[in-house]
T-cell receptor, first 117, second 116 residues
């Protein structure tokens, strides 16, 4: 069982819906991340939270809204999405904060497969 | 700008043989780290191996080894004695330590299929 749990694993939504993706880790990690994985594209970093503070927004459209209420939970709120937003959304966490040097190994969840109709 | 390039979209290997997955990177920084991840069809990204830019020896983890050639800016993954369970997508990634964003930049990935 992975240390990072993502729910739901699959989500189908219309363009006018509002839904949320949830990520949970009980590894005691200090940083959490959202990545987007589209077909035939490298993983794209979306957001980074370092000790619950957002430190990176990689030019993500405002229809994606992250929330990190505590160091163990990360949400991605979705509203008025477009069909091109269909992708696998991966959550990850790391023990070290993002400004720490050294091997900062990310532990990933299994992803939430999103389909926007 | 940092970039990771994996030029092999797909690779085949016979079970029990060794296979090398290529990765080249581009950075102007002196301090960086290189990672390899495996992604089975289940979707989860699994960390395999890490190499720091100042590490003098090539990293090894069980059947995985990283062939690090700094001057050529390459960090190829070698999998020895391939197993059927090694069939997956493999991603090379780089982290820049000179900045503070902690960004991990990924390559496009290589799909490996192990034949029985």
């Amino acid at each position: 069982e992975t240390g990072v749990t993502q729910t739901p694993r699959h989500l189908v939504m219309g363009m006018t819906n509002k839904k949320s993706l949830k990520c949970e880790q009980h590894l005691g990690h200090n940083a959490m991340y959202w990545y987007k994985q589209s077909a035939k594209k490298p993983l794209e970093l979306m957001f980074v939270y370092n000790f619950k503070e957002q430190t990176e927004n990689n030019s993500v459209p405002s229809r994606f809204s992250p929330e990190c209420p505590n160091s163990s939970h990360l949400f991605l709120h979705l509203h008025t999405l477009q069909p091109e937003d269909s992708a696998l959304y991966l959550c990850a966490s790391s023990l070290r904060g993002v400004s720490d040097s050294g091997a900062n190994v990310l532990t990933f969840g299994a992803g939430s497969r999103l389909t926007v109709l | 700008a940092q970039k990771i390039t994996q030029t092999q979209p797909g690779m085949f290997v016979q079970e029990k043989e060794a296979v090398t997955l290529d990765c080249t990177y581009d950075t102007s920084d002196q301090s960086y780290g290189l990672f390899w991840y495996k992604q089975p069809s289940s979707g989860e990204m699994i960390f395999l191996i890490y190499q720091g830019s100042y590490d003098e020896q090539n990293a090894t983890e069980g059947r995985y080894s990283l062939n690090f050639q700094k001057a050529r800016k390459s960090a190829n993954l070698v999998i020895s004695a391939s197993q059927l369970g090694d069939s997956a997508m493999y991603f090379c990634a780089m982290r820049d330590y000179s900045g503070n964003t902690g960004k991990l930049i990924f390559g496009q990935g290589t799909t490996l299929q192990v034949k029985p």
